[in-house]
């Protein structure tokens, strides 16, 4: 008889969650990194752009310069790029295949033209997730609430909230950020029923037929 398939014994799917600034995104991802650290890494995109104080290479992005940025895109090792304020960013390939096929699930906290490319490339392995905020009053006060920002950059980030709420239709799921457990624990839900999928657990024809074999023989006997 075998036991139960273990955790490497599906493919890693690939988990998109974007949101207006302010929605909650960051705190949500941050959080379920650290809940479901054994399975899930956040994807490091290469930037072009300059380094900010604070920031380390390879952690926060792999930094840098156009040429290399280039040669990358036109190798195919970027999954999905774009140019944002006349700085290109990019998702490395290899490292969001080399863990899918190992059973590792990648986090990806882009916008919502990030995640139609990564659904375009890899639509198999993609999960969407939106997360709105309950209304525009909350968004504002929390964007207030950050003290990061004077209020000219708070009204442009109204400005591009409504734009980026306008791409809801495209996510596979929708969570309405009321309550920052409750909206963890939806999306943690969310993860765990699509790694039950069937088509991602990919080994479990053999234990299927181990399964049918062993039964088989009880059977006769
Ligand atoms: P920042 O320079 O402030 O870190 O990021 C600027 C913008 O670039 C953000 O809107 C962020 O979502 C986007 N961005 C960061 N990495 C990637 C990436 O790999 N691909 C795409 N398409 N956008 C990215």
Redesign the pocket.
Known sequence: MTGSPGKHERRGLLLVVSSPSGAGKTTLARRLLEAEADTLQL?V???T?PM?PGENDGV??WFLDGARFTQMREDGE?L???Q??G?S???PRKDVETAIESGRDVL????W??GR?LAESMPDDVVRVFILPPSAEVLESRLKSRNQDNADVIAVRMAQASNEISHWIEYDYVIVNADIDRSFDELRAVLAAERLKRERQTRLTSLVEQLQRDLGESFRS
């Open positions: 994807s995109s290469v930037t752009r900010r926060d992005y970027l999905e790029w774009a944002v304020f700085n960013y990019g998702t990806f906290d882009v916008d033209q990030g490319q």
